[in-house]
Every structure is written in structure tokens, then in C-alpha cells.
């Protein structure tokens, strides 16, 4: 069983930054594609960004350029770079990766407030 726990979330400013990070229980990363989702207030859990086994990196539309997603394996930690942050980037923030199993692990989450 693998435990992931997100911190690093709070309330932070419009055009703030934010790091998030993502601590697995035991070494995984080196393996698996990890990815960072957000579910806003309301709305359906969504796809943020994706870092692959060999680092490669993808982000859905509304953060590129602004967030950077990237992975230290030998701390088992994935991460999330917030810049430029907007009202709208509020939302329960969630790692996840998906075993060879088919099982998807998800950690708890962590809130990001976007308020002045």
C-alpha cells in the first residue's frame, strides 16, 4: 500500500506564487507517471498537469506557463509550482498515479485559496 500526502496549500494572493508537494510513503516515483489534479468549488475534478517516468511534461491549457509540474525520485516527491495565480486556481489540489494494477492511488488533498 502507498500513502501520498499533499502540502503546501493556504491562502495566497492574486498574482502569488504557490509550491505544492507530494510525499509518497516509499519509492514509487521513479516508475510511474505522477499527476496533480484541482477540484474548484462546485465543479468536477480535472486534470492539471502530468509528469511522465522520463520527466516528460504536459498541463492542461489554463496553466501553461504559469505552473510547472516536476518530480525528485530519490525524495519521492512530486511537485507543483504555482505562478501567477487567479481566483479562479482555487480548488482542492490532489496528487495521484495509477499502479500497474489498475488501481488509481489518490493522497487527501490540499485547499488553494486564491483571494485578495
Known amino acids: 500500500q502507498v500513502q501520498l500526502v499533499e502540502s503546501g496549500g493556504g491562502l495566497v494572493q492574486p498574482g502569488g506564487s504557490q509550491r505544492l508537494s507530494c510525499a509518497a510513503s516509499?519509492?514509487?516515483?521513479?516508475?510511474?507517471?505522477m499527476n496533480w489534479y484541482r477540484q474548484p468549488p462546485g465543479k468536477q475534478r480535472e486534470l492539471v498537469a502530468t509528469v511522465t517516468s522520463g520527466g516528460n511534461t504536459h498541463y492542461t491549457d489554463s496553466v501553461k506557463g504559469r505552473f510547472t509540474i516536476s518530480r525528485d525520485n530519490a525524495k519521492n516527491t512530486v511537485y507543483l509550482q504555482m505562478n501567477s495565480l487567479k481566483p479562479e486556481d482555487t480548488a482542492v489540489y490532489y496528487c495521484n498515479f495509477r499502479a500497474p494494477s489498475g488501481y488509481t492511488y489518490w493522497g487527501q488533498g490540499t485547499q488553494v485559496t486564491v483571494s485578495s
Open positions: 516509499r519509492s514509487i516515483f521513479s516508475s510511474y507517471t
